[in-house]
């Protein structure tokens, strides 16, 4: 059974700095693209940033130039790096992973950690 496990969100101040993990455990797991995703108190879930198998990087305008994600494949896990964080960062977080598992492919949703950013 693949399982999508966070860490790392807190409290920060404007400003400060946070790093995500979201680490995937299971059998004969693979990683392809991988994402996190927002989603902000009434507002829908957007993607922040995603990256490739090949680790090709795509952010969302308002994290461009602040946030940073990476992967480690050996660790199959993903990180996101947030610098400068701003109070309208504030949000949930969710790890978005599409892993291969005993030969199938699907989408894999983390739990989901709070990241709080005080002004």
């Known amino acids: 059974q693949v399982q999508l496990v966070e860490s790392g969100g807190g409290l920060v101040q404007a400003g400060g700095s946070l790093r995500l993990s979201c680490a995937a455990s299971?059998?004969?797991?693979?990683?392809?693209?991988m994402a996190w995703y927002r989603q902000a108190p009434g507002k829908q879930r957007e993607l922040v940033a995603l990256?490739?198998?090949?680790?090709?990087?795509n952010y969302a305008d308002s994290v461009k130039g602040r946030f940073t994600i990476s992967r480690d494949n050996t660790k199959i896990t993903v990180y996101l790096q947030m610098n400068n964080l701003k109070p309208e960062d504030t949000a949930v977080y969710y790890c978005?992973?599409?892993?291969?598992?005993?030969?199938?492919?699907?989408?894999?949703w983390g739990q989901g950690t709070q990241v709080t950013v005080s002004s």
């Open positions: 978005n992973a599409d892993l291969t598992s005993w030969g199938t492919r699907r989408s894999y």
């Open positions: 299971g059998s004969l797991l693979s990683m392809n693209v």
């Open positions: 990256i490739t198998s090949a680790s090709i990087t």
